[in-house]
């Protein structure tokens, strides 16, 4: 680990942000976050912010690892595809408004 004071605030905030991201997944598992798109949708984006912040706390900590680029690779994949089912999401959500030029706008 580098020990130098920046490096070591910034690990600290990665950590932390780990932390909270692990926080809020116990915490809404609880809720019922899979009657909706939008719900299932928060639970696996929340999901991999959590895998990625820490794994980027292990990294800051103890360095790389045999596998992390493999890894690495997986997890960019499917935040691609959250990515994607975002604005899906978000198009879905625009088709179903009137838009404000549309007679049935108010």
């Known amino acids: 680990m580098k020990t130098d004071p920046l490096n070591l605030i910034a690990t600290i905030l990665v950590a ?5 991201a692990w926080v809020f997944l116990f915490r809404y598992v609880g809720r019922n976050w899979r009657a ?3 719900g299932r949708h ?6 991999i912010i959590a895998v990625f912040l ?9 360095g790389p690892w045999v596998g992390a ?3 690495a690779l997986v997890l960019y994949a ?6 994607f089912q975002q604005n899906v999401l978000l198009w879905k959500a625009d088709q179903s408004r ?3 030029n ?3 706008a108010k």
């Open 16 to 20: 932390t942000s780990a932390v909270m």
């Open 36 to 38: 909706t798109p939008e």
């Open 42 to 47: 928060m639970m696996g984006l929340t999901l």
């Open 54 to 62: 820490s794994l980027a706390t292990e990294f800051r900590t103890f």
């Open 69 to 71: 680029p493999v890894v």
């Open 78 to 83: 499917v935040l691609a595809f959250l990515m």
């Open 98 to 100: 009137p838009s404000r």
């Open 102 to 104: 549309h007679p049935d």
